[in-house]
């Protein structure tokens, strides 16, 4: 396709209308002496990075802003503010995920009490068990399962060897990706002298509509009631989420993250990569847990942590820069030490003489 179609498919202005698009690239893979590929789209949307690739302007084509465009000879120009969601419509455009034809296939294992969309999908090796539900559009991968009486809403994808486990619900439009399991047990034991009793989870899983959960994420069911992940909440791979969590809506949790039980995480919260949240604790609405933090107590809304134990970020940064200087400190400490011991014992009060 040319940039000119390319412009108009997303309604933006274009210069150099007629050179030929084969795909994109990444500006971050190019070094600052390499000029960009011919015949190929790259994103330039700040002076800073047009700074680091000065030979840009020369070949290849961007889609960039209306501030910088005079730059370039061949573009496409998104309005001031919007480059961002003009880069999403050009990344959607040469997106390559397979989409499949709606039906069930015959090498998928389907009880015969399932209640399946005509409009899903269900590929090869696919297990669906006793009474669950797929609504419409859904696509169900290879290997992925879901036990008796799981609920997958309409538009939501489950990528290969996801488990959702029974009586847990997944709301609309929501993404599964490989190898996360909904629904395991919680994390519940009671000891005794000499015997180890498990503690039954009768509750579920409940995930709203559009949530994207990464891959190889465990989100275990809760005790009694549920475990719940709200509207529009990002997670990204290799997170777990204990039992009778709370997640709320618009929440951004990154990779490695493990949250304890009955934990509650309001709305439009960031947790960061590799953070440690102890078990029943708040984390508050828009506050900020910075990564490899350890949260060992209840965080106020919309503050920053970091640290372990986590604390306020203002409070951390004044200790890290008293830390530059204690090895300074410690030295005068030693010197005045030895001044102190070398001073002779100071004279006892006694007691003092009527005159």
């Known amino acids: 396709m040319t940039l000119e179609e390319i ?5 933006i ?3 150099g209308g007629e050179y030929p698009i084969q795909g994109m690239r990444d500006i971050e893979r190019l070094a600052p002496e390499q000029p960009l590929e011919e015949n190929y789209l790259y ?6 990075i047009l700074k680091r690739h000065p030979l840009a302007p020369e070949h290849g084509a961007v889609l960039t802003t209306a501030l910088l465009q ?3 000879k061949r573009a496409l120009v998104a309005p001031e503010g919007e480059a961002r969601l003009a880069f999403i419509k050009l990344l959607e455009r040469f997106d390559q995920t397979p989409v499949f034809r709606p039906g069930l296939s015959p090498a998928a294992q389907i009880d015969p009490s399932a209640k399946i969309s005509d409009t899903a999908t269900v590929l090869p090796g696919a297990v669906v068990m006793e009474g669950a539900v797929i609504g419409e559009y859904c696509t169900i991968y290879p290997g992925a399962v879901l036990e008796p009486y799981a609920e997958i809403g ?4 489950l990528y290969p060897c996801v488990v959702i486990g029974h009586h847990c619900r997944i709301g609309k439009r929501c993404i599964l990706h490989g190898g996360t399991v909904v629904g395991a047990d919680g994390f519940g034991f009671y000891d005794q002298p000499g015997q180890r009793h498990k503690i039954p989870q009768i509750g579920n899983v409940a995930i709203a509509d559009d949530v994207e959960i990464g891959a190889s994420c465990t989100v275990d069911r809760a005790t009694i009631e549920s475990t719940t992940i709200g509207a529009h909440t990002k997670i990204d791979d290799q997170v777990h989420i204990g039992h009778n969590t709370q997640v709320g809506r618009y929440v951004y ?11 509650v995480i309001e709305d439009g919260a960031m947790i960061s990569g590799m953070v440690i949240i102890k078990d029943h604790l708040k984390i508050a609405k828009g506050s900020i847990v910075m990564g490899m933090s350890g949260v060992a107590q209840d965080t ?4 920053a942590y970091f640290g372990t134990p986590a604390r306020p970020a203002r409070e951390m940064h004044k200790m890290h820069a ?6 300074d400190l410690l030295v005068k400490v030693r010197q005045l030490e030895k001044r102190l011991a070398n001073l002779p014992a100071p004279l006892l009060p006694g007691p003092q003489k009527k005159l």
């Open 13 to 15: 202005q274009v210069k």
């Open 70 to 72: 005079d730059q370039f």
């Open 154 to 157: 309409e538009g939501s994808v």
């Open 7 to 11: 412009g108009h498919a997303l309604n």
């Open 300 to 303: 106020e809304p919309k503050q």
């Open 253 to 263: 949790i990154v990779g490695n993250t493990a949250i304890g039980g009955s934990v």
């Open 322 to 327: 008293a830390l530059e200087r204690l090895p």
């Open 43 to 48: 994103f330039i949307e700040t002076k800073n």
